[in-house]
């Protein structure tokens, strides 16, 4: 089928969301679905108690990643059991794996988000970003199903799915690993603080373990957390 132009054959979108659009690799029959997606809730309208916003398009697209990227494991992977397809799948599906999609198909220059919040780089942000990227799954799930879904996971992850990689661990598995392998006790985290708007919070994570401490910040305690464990592991001698 040909391309038509702009969202679903709508010529008035931005120059930014017509290129996010031909990304998806879809041609919406309901190009609302996907204007709703790009809406941060800090455009949306607040008299529909934010309905309009890409919140429920994220919840829902969260559901139908995890479902279509299980699948697409099960497949790739017939040999291996059930906890090292959970290692694989937590990693991708991931807000870090999310926002790096974001990223790549360039998904910060088409969400709708007002310039005041546009200057203090809100569309950049990791979280928001991740969100986006789900709620572009899903909106793409309710506009064309399942296969339309599984077509853009499938081309957007491709290059994390190496067949003879053995499962990921990320930097929390591996801190704890390395301990257990030592019969050590587990690591602490701790919240050290917190700054930053509500729409932009900042996390500040304190990770002890062997009489050894390591802080990292990030956009979510559960980003702060892996970035303080990466720093704890990356104090270890060669």
Same mark, same amino acid.
């Given at each position: 089928?040909?391309?038509?132009?702009?969202v679903g054959g709508a010529t008035d979108d931005p120059p930014a969301v017509a290129a996010l659009a031909a990304r998806l690799g879809h041609d919406f029959a309901d190009p609302a679905l996907l204007r709703q997606a790009l809406t941060h809730r800090s455009a949306a309208d607040a008299s529909r108690q934010q309905l309009d916003s890409n919140e429920r398009l994220e919840f829902?697209?969260?559901?139908?990643?995890? !479902?279509?990227?299980?699948?697409?494991? &099960?497949?790739?992977?017939?040999?291996?059991? =059930?906890?090292?397809?959970?290692?694989?799948? &937590?990693? !991708?599906?991931?807000?870090? #794996?999310?926002?790096?999609?974001?990223?790549?198909?360039?998904?910060? &220059?088409?969400?709708?988000?007002?310039?005041?919040?546009?200057?203090?780089?809100?569309?950049?942000?990791?979280?928001?970003?991740?969100?986006?990227?789900?709620?572009?799954?899903?909106?793409?799930?309710?506009?064309?199903?399942?296969?339309?879904?599984?077509?853009?996971?499938?081309?957007?992850?491709?290059?994390?799915?190496?067949?003879?990689?053995?499962?990921? !661990?990320?930097?929390?598995?591996?801190?704890?690993?390395?301990?257990?392998?030592?019969?050590?006790?587990?690591?602490?985290? #701790?919240?050290?603080?917190?700054?930053?708007?509500?729409?932009?919070?900042?996390?500040?994570?304190?990770?002890?373990? =062997?009489?050894?401490?390591?802080?990292?910040?990030? =956009?979510?305690?559960?980003? &702060?957390?892996?970035?303080?464990?990466?720093?704890?592991?990356?104090?270890?001698?060669?």
């Amino acid at each position: 089928m040909a391309r038509k132009p702009g969202v679903g054959g709508a010529t008035d979108d931005p120059p930014a969301v017509a290129a996010l659009a031909a990304r998806l690799g879809h041609d919406f029959a309901d190009p609302a679905l996907l204007r709703q997606a790009l809406t941060h809730r800090s455009a949306a309208d607040a008299s529909r108690q934010q309905l309009d916003s890409n919140e429920r398009l994220e919840f829902l697209g969260d559901r139908v990643l995890g !479902l279509i990227m299980a699948e697409w494991l &099960s497949e790739r992977f017939p040999q291996e059991r =059930e906890g090292a397809l959970g290692k694989r799948l &937590s990693l !991708l599906v991931c807000a870090e #794996t999310l926002t790096e999609v974001g990223e790549r198909i360039g998904l910060g &220059s088409a969400l709708r988000i007002p310039p005041a919040e546009g200057r203090t780089g809100l569309r950049n942000r990791a979280t928001v970003l991740a969100d986006g990227t789900e709620a572009l799954i899903g909106a793409l799930y309710v506009d064309g199903g399942l296969d339309a879904a599984r077509r853009f996971i499938r081309a957007a992850w491709a290059d994390a799915l190496a067949p003879d990689a053995p499962p990921p !661990l990320n930097a929390k598995s591996r801190l704890q690993e390395y301990l257990l392998g030592r019969g050590k006790p587990l690591p602490a985290y #701790t919240l050290v603080s917190t700054a930053g708007p509500a729409h932009a919070p900042v996390f500040v994570m304190r990770v002890e373990a =062997e009489g050894r401490a390591a802080e990292a910040l990030g =956009e979510t305690r559960r980003a &702060s957390e892996q970035a303080a464990a990466e720093a704890w592991l990356a104090g270890i001698a060669p």
